[in-house]
């Protein structure tokens, strides 16, 4: 790697995205190996994805994933892009991006609970349930999977009691978390238990003021309470 990249990739860890991004596209790769191509794309494809230019970010994990990069490097930039795909409203593509992972043997808690997203974006019941319960069996422990799954069964009404338990066990892990209180919050009204909804939710909303769901939650609390 030239002195060039080297410095680039100093100011893409000092977060300095712009300035990163200039250096990289200051590179002179004319004389770099397929393997150093393929790093070059990696980190401008990084650079794109903090300045949230998704399309371009995309162009770049294109070419690593179908270039000759390593299995790590491939796996990185697959979830990546599975994490643009979601933001930018495209489930299928980012259940695309995860089920080639699976399909070449990596399997995590990660991989699990973005393809339950995926899944309950598509209204896909039953497959976000079994994601995050494939989520679980890897790390009985994760939050994200607890939160997610416990959310599920609530608010599709297919086990209260389990929902609802699971919700509290997030908040108990993480209790600052506001996502996971407003789950609480919602379990707890799903559950007719309206005293100690409004309590999780008004907390969740004290630390999230600007969270749309949270909102509605407290919302519909308040028309159905009065």
Request: positive net charge; aromatic residues 12%.
């Amino acid at each position: 790697m030239t002195a060039k990249f080297e410095d680039a990739v100093r100011l893409y860890s000092m977060k300095r995205w712009d300035s990163a991004l200039q250096a990289f596209q200051g590179v002179d790769a004319s004389k770099f190996s397929t393997e150093e191509k393929t790093e070059l794309a990696y980190y401008m494809g990084l650079c794109y994805t903090k300045l949230e230019r998704h399309n371009d970010a995309i162009l770049y994990f294109e070419q690593v994933v179908t270039g000759e990069a390593s299995p790590l490097r491939i796996c990185q930039c697959r979830l990546t892009l599975a994490y643009i795909y979601m933001i930018t409203k495209r489930p299928r593509m980012a259940e695309f991006e995860l089920e080639r992972l699976i399909k070449n043997g990596f399997k995590s808690v990660q991989i699990y609970t973005m393809m339950a997203y995926a899944a309950w974006m598509q209204k896909q019941f039953d497959r976000a349930v079994k994601m995050y319960e494939s989520a679980l069996d890897i790390d009985p422990d994760n939050t994200t999977a607890m939160n997610g799954l416990g959310f599920l069964l609530v608010e599709n009404g297919a086990d209260l009691r389990r929902g609802l338990d699971l919700c509290r066990k997030a908040v108990d892990k993480r209790p600052q978390n506001a996502a996971y209180m407003d789950s609480l919050g919602w379990a707890y009204y799903k559950t007719g238990q309206l005293v100690e909804a409004r309590q999780w939710l008004r907390r969740a909303l004290d630390l999230a003021p600007r969270q749309k769901d949270i909102s509605s939650h407290m919302k519909i609390l308040v028309a159905n309470a009065s």
